[in-house]
């Protein structure tokens, strides 16, 4: 699904990405984990074909970069960002925004047909949103909205899901809520990789971890092999200690030196 080879990334003279090697295999569901500023966006962005390394390979479903058309690449890929969020129009309806998905259209302007817009609202009863297909986007809450737009990539059957931080800016119910939506897809045809700074996030449907710091990958394979005390205080620089419930993984810091 993805081969990362040696990437590195220079941005000015600052090395945002050092080495990075990572393989996602069909069927592997993937967190990127690490603290803000440590290159886990900057590795979306290559994988997704909207930035283009200094040095090092990448393979992204089965094509070389480089020696392919990256825009036909990303039709097998859905992505979900922030960035997305903030192009979509607040007055359109949930259904019409989801519906855009299959064209990889931001809107309409034109006629939809039928089929196009039941598929719409079988993607929105997935993920629990059915019930608001009819209204304006702009009426949503944030969690809804995201929910909504995980809804949209759906539409075009994607092989490979890319979350970027879906969870920054909810509260405690709508992340939980997002989550289990998020759960729901994990019978799918598809791998997915998730970006976070939080532990809590990696949800059971999560099979493997990679975990970065300032650039660099220092571990990356199963989640409990991944999660460990020892890994998360070389990442985090903090006393950090965790603890499993039902699969899911919770972190508890201890106290913290400020000197």
Known sequence: ???????????????????????????????LLGRNGCGKSTVLELITGYQFPTSGKIDVLGNRYGTVDVREVRKEIGYISPALIEKMTLSDPVWEIVASGAFAFLRFYEEIEDEV???????LERVGLRSLADQPFGTLSQGERKKALL????????????????????????REKFLQAL?????????????THHIEEIIPI?????????GKLIASGLKREVLTPELLREAYDL?????????RPWIEVGKVDLS
Not at 4 to 31: A, C, H, Y
Not at 153 to 170: F, H, K, Q, V, Y
Not at 183 to 195: C, D, F, I, K, R
């Open 183 to 195: 759960s729901v897809l994990s019978s799918q045809n598809m791998s997915m990789l998730y970006v």
């Open 117 to 123: 817009r039941e598929r719409a609202y079988a993607e």
């Open 206 to 214: 999560f099979t493997h971890v990679a975990l970065m710091t300032q």
């Open 151 to 174: 809804a949209r990539t759906l539409m075009a059957s994607p092989r490979l899901l890319i979350l970027d931080e879906p969870c920054a800016g909810l509260d405690l119910y709508e």
């Open 1 to 31: 699904m993805i081969h990362l080879q040696n990437l590195t990334f220079r941005r000015g003279d600052r090395d945002i990405l050092r080495g990075v090697d990572l393989e996602v295999k069909p069927g592997e569901q993937w967190t």
């Open 239 to 247: 006393p950090i200690e965790i603890r499993w419930t039902d699969d």
